[in-house]
């Protein structure tokens, strides 16, 4: 079935560092969604990337979709506390009902 | 406020007991589903409901049920939870196909099985 990895599966900064996580799909995608969780808490809808080669930006974090359509990135600048979390992309588990999600990135972030 | 509910929210509970988790969603969305997550295994898709009447298999259904007889609502059922059904559940819903909208997720049941 399809796959989604991503990598790493741990992420400790400083505040103020970059951080960058990964992700890989096994097939082309749709399209792609990420998700961030709060320690406690629920995931929540970030952002969606369709277009191939695609790149959107909110705030510091910056998300980019591969030219095949087959990985992505989310990148963060200077990194805060508030930034801590699970980070996870998701995308269409072989039909468009089902999503599979990344195993997601815990980062961490020292004050 | 848009939002979706679960219910009850911590539950514990013996093997062999059957159980249901309520989810319900105000947003007259379309597509409901339901999620389990474990360490190291993030989340897994169970079931989810493209309409009322209308269900599927996720990646890991054995040992659930579901239904979805009102839009608003989609339970999930588990008749003899065992031990490995431990788990932190999500319920989730969305106006369109899972694999092309965006979720909202409820805040989650963490259920245990001794």
């Known amino acids: 079935g399809q796959q989604v990895m991503q990598i790493p599966q741990y992420q400790h900064v400083q505040e103020g560092e970059d951080f960058t996580t990964y992700c890989n799909s096994s097939?082309?995608?749709?399209?792609i969604q990420w998700y961030k969780q709060r320690p406690g808490g629920h995931p929540v809808f970030l952002i969606q990337l369709v277009k191939s080669g695609e790149v959107k930006k909110q705030k510091r974090l910056t998300f980019q979709f591969g030219e095949a359509k087959k990985n992505s990135s989310l990148h963060i600048t200077a990194t805060q506390t508030t930034d801590v979390g699970t980070y996870f992309c998701?995308?269409?588990?072989?039909?468009?009902?089902?999503?599979?999600f990344g195993k997601g990135t815990l980062l961490t972030v020292n004050p | 406020e848009a939002q979706v509910t679960q219910n009850p929210r911590y539950l514990i509970t013996v093997t062999g007991k059957k159980l249901t988790v309520t989810c319900s969603q105000n947003?007259?969305?379309?597509?409901m589903s339901w999620y389990r997550q474990d360490p190291g295994l993030g989340l897994r898709q169970i079931y989810y409901s493209m309409n009322v009447e209308v269900t599927d298999k996720g990646d890991v259904p054995e040992g659930y049920k579901v239904s979805r007889k009102e839009k608003r609502n989609f339970p999930l059922i588990l008749e003899s939870p065992s031990p490995n059904q431990t788990s932190l559940y999500f319920c989730?819903?969305?106006f369109g196909a899972g694999g092309t909208y965006e979720q909202y997720f409820g805040p989650g049941t963490r259920l245990t099985v001794t």
């Open positions: 097939t082309t995608l749709s399209n």
């Open positions: 989730a819903s969305s």
């Open positions: 998701a995308g269409p588990g072989g039909s468009n009902y089902k999503l599979t």
């Open positions: 947003m007259n969305h379309e597509y």
